[in-house]
């Protein structure tokens, strides 16, 4: 398995997740992270060999944990990253709703631009 990603997420308990998993009984083979926010302990866990199961009520959260801890194949390589990275930033969700609230302006600009990668290369997936 490859190092958990770094994922700023406020209240992640990546510098404790080890800590946490060395304290699970002996006899315990499953997880239930049922808060699992960016998934840090989660992948600890799977790492380990427990058999996990991931939850959170946040959509992001929920695609984090799908992607990390349900997926076990499919690892992104340079050249989807090269896709989901290319192009100009754009004006979008991001833009119009975050702009100068939450992040910069050209930052909006480039999730948009990432979104919209992710979205057109998602429909070659179908
Ligand atoms: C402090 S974070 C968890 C951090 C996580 N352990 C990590 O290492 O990234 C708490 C999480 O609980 C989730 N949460 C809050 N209420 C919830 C609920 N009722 N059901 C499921 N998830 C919930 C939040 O969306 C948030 O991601």
Redesign the pocket.
Known sequence: MHNYPK?N??????KI?SWICEHIPEDVYTVL?????????SYEAKKRGYKVFS????LV?YNIAKALIENTKDILDSEDLDLIFSGIPQKGFMYFNYANKLYFSQECMELDLYAENLWVSSQYLL
Request: charged share 20%; no cysteine.
């Open positions: 994922i997420y406020i209240g992640n308990k990546d997740a992270d049922a808060f699992s926010g960016g998934a840090s302990v939850n959170d009520i946040m959260n």
